[in-house]
């Protein structure tokens, strides 16, 4: 029986006949994101609403500065024209507070031609890390993440904004023009400007202060939930204890007015001292009692249960955990300090799941039996535990119908119950991939072709060893040197016995040497060009055996 099979014999219209209970937390939450352009103070404006992230205009005497353009470049247009009403002079600079996608894919509305675009250097490096090894999963993970393939009233919000807005066709991603390591500051238009590299929820993210005006735009080292500490789409722990020394630093600057880049402004320094010293301290609570739980030799697990937010902070409507959750900071933490062991040495060789599932299995006495305890546990609200029985039955039996229909609805009901609103997303999409109701499919060729074409060939070459097929290599031994002939990049792959080590320069001693542009050998690599057809339109050249050349490349997966 097929997977496809599979989860056409699960029942789907039992269990999602009615649209899941809602969310009052997150349904409340969802209407500080009314569509709507809002006024800061003189010259500054924020546009909420339109996508995930905001985009704020200050406007100057010289022209409009803006910082961030949301996740979408069709919503960015639409803020471009409610700013061009408030200021229609040309927007002279964009400023970035961080690279996440959702700051960064708009730029192009604002743009032209003298525009600068500001960002901390690390922000470079975080665009590069978007064409990671592991972008594949990244993007699976994150649109389980976000909800982005749910129907319409599975999650009312998505946590810091309406919904994450994503374009069709091919996304269009402005690097940074001018970019500091600390802090810069600027004057446009009699406007100052003072940018603060603030490490929190990225290595790269900063603050704006602008003293003149008493406002501070935070970026996403603040918004109205508990933190996203750790992100369940997959990122390595986030530097908490610079979360915190960052945040201080906007305590100390006194401001007036905050303009988050998620949700509304925040005005009077009081309210704005308040909030901050709540989070930051919250953000600690949780920092510390990790790490004073891991030096009395408590496990991951026994923290998760025993450590829970005091009233003060659990019950402040800012730190609702509405997108991060107090849980899953707390195994990042853990991890981010002690890596995934936790300590107890039984766990230095764990079962398998399928023989785990195998003998829990026997000592309930058969499948059927577990199953039904499955079944009782939904029945009383373990949805968790109906969970775990049925990834245990369907580790030993991955065709067992009845327990994936068992987990499909376990996963429903854990959304149901969730308030976070990532949780809930990551629920209910997995739980629609599982029923069939929303396929994985396979990334489309040319989807791929466009992130490697976006994607500097360096990392695209550095990639190459991640996509050998190992088994098809196990007995090769094949060297090809490249020369770029657009940007004189040298580059050698050598395949040897199941791995590709990838280095920088050609190597003369190669067993063949190829001559092109950086995106044709993207193209070719793919298999979306023929090297064949590239010879004879001359724009391929090669030192050595075409043949082998073809052999090396059918080593690689698309």
Same mark, same amino acid.
């Given at each position: 029986?097929?997977?496809?099979?599979?989860?056409?014999?699960?029942?789907?219209?039992?269990?999602?006949?009615?649209?899941?209970?809602?969310?009052?937390?997150?349904?409340?939450?969802?209407?500080?994101?009314?569509?709507?352009?809002?006024?800061?103070?003189?010259?500054?404006?924020?546009?909420?609403?339109?996508?995930?992230?905001?985009?704020?205009?200050?406007?100057?005497?010289?022209?409009?500065?803006?910082?961030?353009?949301?996740?979408?470049?069709?919503?960015?247009?639409?803020?471009?024209?409610?700013?061009?009403?408030?200021?229609?002079?040309?927007?002279?600079?964009?400023?970035?507070?961080?690279?996440?996608?959702?700051?960064?894919?708009?730029?192009?509305?604002?743009?032209?031609?003298?525009?600068? $675009?500001?960002?901390?250097?690390?922000?470079?490096?975080?665009?590069?890390?978007?064409?990671?090894?592991?972008?594949?999963?990244?993007?699976?993970?994150?649109?389980?993440?976000?909800?982005?393939?749910?129907?319409?009233?599975?999650?009312?919000?998505?946590?810091?904004?309406?919904?994450?807005?994503?374009?069709?066709?091919?996304?269009?991603?402005?690097?940074?023009?001018?970019?500091?390591?600390?802090?810069?500051?600027? %004057?446009?238009?009699?406007?100052?400007?003072?940018?603060?590299?603030?490490?929190?929820?990225?290595?790269?993210?900063?603050?704006?202060?602008?003293?003149?005006?008493?406002?501070?735009?935070?970026?996403?080292?603040?918004?109205?939930?508990?933190?996203?500490?750790?992100?369940?789409?997959?990122?390595?722990?986030?530097?908490?204890?610079?979360?915190?020394?960052?945040?201080?630093?906007?305590?100390?600057?006194?401001?007036?007015?905050?303009?988050?880049?998620?949700?509304?402004?925040?005005?009077?320094?009081?309210?704005?001292?308040?909030?901050?010293?709540?989070?930051?301290?919250?953000?600690?609570?949780?920092?510390?009692?990790?790490?004073?739980?891991?030096?009395?030799?408590?496990?991951?697990?026994?923290?998760?249960?025993?450590?829970?937010?005091?009233?003060?902070?659990?019950?402040?409507?800012?730190?609702?955990?509405?997108?991060?959750?107090?849980?899953?900071?707390?195994?990042?933490?853990?991890?981010?300090?002690? +890596?995934?062991?936790? +300590?107890?040495?039984?766990?230095?060789?764990?079962?398998?799941?399928?023989?785990?599932?195998?003998?829990?299995?026997?000592?309930?006495?058969?499948?059927?039996?577990?199953?039904?305890?499955?079944?009782?546990?939904?029945?009383?609200?373990?949805?968790?535990?109906?969970?775990?029985?049925?990834?245990?039955?369907?580790?030993?039996?991955?065709?067992?119908?009845?327990?994936?229909?068992? %987990?499909?609805?376990?996963?429903?009901?854990?959304?149901?119950?969730?308030?976070?609103?990532?949780?809930?997303?990551?629920?209910?999409?997995?739980?629609?991939?599982?029923?069939?109701?929303?396929?994985?499919?396979?990334?489309?060729?040319?989807?791929?072709?466009?992130?490697?074409?976006?994607?500097?060939?360096?990392?695209?070459?550095?990639?190459?060893?991640?996509?050998?097929?190992?088994?098809?290599?196990?007995?090769?031994?094949?060297? $090809?040197?490249?020369?770029?002939?657009?940007?004189?990049?040298?580059?050698?792959?050598?395949?040897?016995?199941?791995?590709?080590? $990838?280095?920088?320069?050609?190597?003369? %001693?190669?067993?063949?040497?190829?001559?092109?542009?950086?995106?044709?050998?993207?193209?070719?690599?793919?298999?979306?060009?023929?090297?064949?057809?590239?010879?004879?339109?001359?724009?391929?050249?090669?030192?050595?055996?075409?043949?082998?050349?073809?052999?090396?490349?059918?080593?690689?997966?698309?």
């Amino acid at each position: 029986m097929t997977k496809s099979d599979l989860q056409q014999t699960v029942d789907a219209k039992k269990i999602f006949s009615e649209k899941p209970s809602p969310s009052e937390y997150l349904l409340n939450h969802a209407k500080r994101f009314n569509k709507r352009i809002e006024k800061v103070t003189d010259g500054v404006y924020s546009a909420i609403g339109y996508a995930m992230g905001n985009c704020i205009l200050i406007a100057t005497e010289e022209g409009n500065v803006i910082v961030d353009t949301t996740e979408s470049l069709q919503a960015t247009k639409e803020i471009r024209e409610e700013f061009d009403k408030i200021s229609p002079k040309p927007t002279v600079a964009v400023i970035y507070t961080h690279g996440h996608t959702d700051h960064v894919m708009g730029t192009s509305a604002f743009l032209n031609g003298e525009t600068e $675009v500001y960002a901390n250097q690390k922000t470079k490096e975080f665009f590069d890390m978007q064409f990671s090894q592991l972008q594949d999963i990244l993007g699976l993970r994150g649109r389980r993440q976000f909800g982005t393939r749910l129907p319409e009233g599975y999650v009312p919000c998505a946590g810091l904004g309406p919904t994450l807005s994503i374009d069709r066709g091919k996304p269009i991603l402005v690097p940074p023009t001018k970019t500091f390591e600390d802090s810069m500051a600027l %004057k446009i238009g009699g406007v100052r400007f003072i940018l603060v590299h603030a490490p929190g929820e990225t290595e790269d993210q900063i603050f704006i202060w602008l003293p003149d005006k008493k406002v501070l735009i935070s970026a996403d080292n603040y918004y109205p939930s508990f933190p996203n500490l750790y992100a369940i789409r997959g990122t390595a722990p986030r530097p908490v204890h610079q979360w915190i020394r960052s945040l201080d630093k906007m305590r100390g600057l006194g401001a007036e007015y905050m303009v988050p880049c998620h949700s509304e402004p925040i005005r009077g320094s009081e309210r704005i001292d308040e909030l901050l010293t709540m989070y930051r301290d919250a953000i600690q609570y949780v920092h510390d009692a990790v790490v004073r739980g891991a030096n009395q030799g408590k496990t991951p697990d026994e923290l998760v249960e025993e450590i829970k937010l005091p009233p003060h902070f659990d019950d402040y409507p800012e730190i609702l955990q509405l997108y991060g959750q107090v849980s899953w900071s707390i195994r990042a933490i853990y991890e981010g300090y002690l +890596g995934w062991f936790d +300590g107890n040495a039984t766990n230095l060789s764990s079962l398998s799941p399928k023989v785990r599932g195998q003998k829990i299995i026997d000592i309930a006495g058969g499948s059927n039996r577990l199953l039904e305890e499955g079944k009782k546990a939904i029945e009383t609200g373990e949805y968790q535990w109906a969970a775990e029985t049925s990834d245990m039955l369907l580790a030993v039996s991955p065709e067992n119908t009845s327990a994936l229909e068992l %987990k499909v609805e376990a996963l429903y009901k854990l959304g149901e119950s969730s308030h976070s609103s990532t949780g809930r997303s990551y629920y209910f999409t997995q739980a629609l991939e599982l029923a069939g109701e929303l396929p994985i499919r396979p990334i489309p060729l040319k989807v791929k072709l466009a992130n490697a074409l976006a994607m500097p060939l360096e990392t695209f070459f550095e990639n190459m060893s991640i996509r050998l097929d190992p088994h098809a290599s196990f007995d090769k031994w094949i060297a $090809v040197g490249f020369k770029i002939t657009d940007t004189n990049e040298t580059y050698t792959v050598i395949v040897r016995r199941g791995i590709a080590e $990838v280095r920088v320069g050609c190597s003369e %001693k190669s067993d063949l040497i190829v001559h092109l542009q950086g995106d044709l050998w993207k193209e070719i690599s793919l298999g979306a060009i023929n090297p064949e057809e590239a010879i004879n339109e001359g724009s391929l050249k090669i030192e050595g055996n075409l043949e082998l050349l073809k052999e090396f490349n059918s080593l690689f997966n698309a």
